[in-house]
């Protein structure tokens, strides 16, 4: 890793800052989420991104903060703060991954019981 930090600290190209870039968020990203990523894998995902970047997701600022695309949104882990202020605004319908669970009991019958009745203390010390 120290090599890494150390190729984008140096005098090297950009090329070579560019990969060791690459090298560290691989690193990182199977570190934190558990995958097994190649570096091959990620740069071939690269150059078939790269066209449609700039398309469909152009970044736009606004009050100090990035957005992107709806379908980066959705996806997005929210912060504290952002989840604070949406609950004090009242805007929970902007919340990701939030369920909508209805008000009212289950409307099907209950089921029957197949377990056995257990035994009361008294008849299993009568029993022995």
């Not at 995902?45 to 600022?61: A, D, G, M, N, R």
């Not at 709806?70 to 882990?77: G, I």
């Not at 009745?117 to 010390?125: D, G, H, I, S, T």
Request: hydrophobic letters at 30%; a negative charge; aromatic letters at 4%.
């Amino acid at each position: 890793m120290e090599s890494l930090v150390g190729a984008i600290a140096d005098n090297s190209t950009i090329e070579e800052k560019e990969e060791a870039l690459r090298r560290i968020r691989v690193f990182y990203f199977n570190r934190v989420t558990g995958n097994t990523l190649s570096v091959e894998e990620v740069r071939i995902y690269e150059t078939l991104k790269k066209p449609e970047q700039h398309s469909e997701s152009e970044t736009q600022c606004t009050e100090g903060e990035t957005t992107t695309s709806t379908s980066s949104d959705e996806a997005r882990v929210l912060t504290f703060a952002e989840l604070q202020e949406l609950l004090k605004s009242g805007n929970v319908s902007q919340i990701p991954n939030i369920k909508v669970i209805p008000e009212r009991l289950n409307e099907a019958p209950p089921s029957q019981s197949s377990a056995p009745l257990r035994k009361k203390p008294w008849e299993v010390a009568a029993e022995s």
